[in-house]
């Protein structure tokens, strides 16, 4: 299985963006899908994951009330619409997939896409 991230860019604090993970090679309906994110000179940390059917979602306390992760399974697609965004934001946004997740953890997630720059200036 592939998976793209995309729709990073830069953005100003207060903004929002929304990033897609599009999946090939692979229907996601049957797994957990997960967002990552890795800011400059810190290791890779949970954002938010969804259950196959999107009926649970989890959220890192650091971004709720202000990201949700949602899909789409009939577009094999997950995304995560980012609202009042911070400078603290900024990292590298990765996608993952996975027969179970572990919330808070990497644990679970067996693919990995290449990840997704969003900037958040000041």
């Known amino acids: 299985v592939q998976l793209h991230a995309s729709g990073g860019g830069l953005v100003q604090a207060g903004g929002s963006r929304r990033l897609s993970c599009a999946a090939s090679?692979?229907?996601?309906?049957?797994?957990?899908m997960g967002w990552f994110r890795q800011a400059p000179g810190k290791e890779r940390e949970f954002v938010a994951a969804?259950?196959?059917?999107?009926?649970?979602?989890y959220s890192a306390d650091s971004v709720k009330g202000r990201f949700t992760i949602s899909r789409d399974n009939a577009k094999n697609t997950v995304y995560l619409q980012m609202n009042s965004l911070k400078p603290e934001d900024t990292a590298v946004y990765y996608c993952?997939?996975?027969?179970?997740?572990?919330?808070?953890?990497?644990?679970?997630?067996?693919?990995w896409g290449k990840g997704t720059l969003v900037t958040v200036s000041s």
């Open positions: 993952a997939l996975g027969s179970t997740v572990v919330p808070g953890s990497e644990s679970g997630m067996s693919y």
């Open positions: 090679g692979r229907t996601i309906s049957s797994y957990y």
């Open positions: 969804i259950s196959w059917s999107g009926g649970i979602t």
